[in-house]
């Protein structure tokens, strides 16, 4: 927390942290909200693996048909 709170001081630090608005955050965001996906199903590294890129595929599959020319 210390290293965090003098990161957060200093102007590099800021703008650093200020990158996180623009990464792919909003769209677990999006895939909690609007999916509804809020917990895996299954057990054990291999199968969450498998869960998540089939939440994944299933949501750049939704955002390649939304967006492709009509």
Known sequence: MQKMAHRLKTPAGRKLYALRK???????GIIKSAMGFRQF???GLANV???WNLVTMSWNIKRMFVLQPA
């Open 22 to 28: 623009q990464t792919p955050e909003p769209v677990f």
């Open 41 to 43: 199903l299954l057990r």
């Open 49 to 51: 693996k498998g869960e």
